[in-house]
């Protein structure tokens, strides 16, 4: 995996951890004004998560790394975003896909004792093209 760079989240939690993966998946953006990329193609999206909190589990985990993977790259490695459940009324943009990988990683957060936030989602779609985005405040 190429080493990124991403911004820093200003936050007061104890503990702070990140989470890089990739995800390979076909899009278009279904409006003529977006050009080529209305016809499907595919991105290798690199994905950077940052999560945040006071306390952690039995394990000494914050969040198990292993389960915010499957949670995402699962989800969306080798898939057609626009046929996605998860994706239905929404445009896959990155913008869009950043808020949508939000949405599920905080929503899982939510159900874990320990009750970790996810402050910051960095979402590259292309080398020159990347979208960060930190929820509703
Ligand atoms: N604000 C947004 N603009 C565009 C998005 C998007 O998600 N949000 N998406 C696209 C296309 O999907 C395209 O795949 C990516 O666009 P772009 O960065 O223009 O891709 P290039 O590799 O051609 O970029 P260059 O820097 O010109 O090489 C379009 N716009
Ligand atoms: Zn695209």
Known sequence: MIP???????????????????????????????????RVHG??????LTIGGNELDELGFLINFSELKQLIHG????????????????IPSTEK????????????????PNQPQCLQVF?????TSYVVYRGAK
């Not at 993966?21 to 080529?36: L, V």
Request: with cysteine.
């Open 43 to 48: 991105h290798t999206y690199f994905l950077n």
């Open 97 to 112: 896909m950043a808020e949508l990988i939000h949405e599920l990683v905080q929503s899982h957060l939510n159900t874990l």
């Open 75 to 90: 989800r969306f490695d080798h898939q057609l975003l626009n046929e996605l459940p998860e994706l239905a009324g929404r």
């Open 4 to 38: 990124q760079l991403y911004p820093q989240v200003p936050h007061n939690y104890i503990f702070e951890l990140n989470k890089d993966m990739n995800f390979s998946s076909a899009h278009y953006i279904p409006d003529e004004r977006a050009g080529a990329c209305a």
């Open 123 to 127: 979402l590259r779609e292309t080398p």
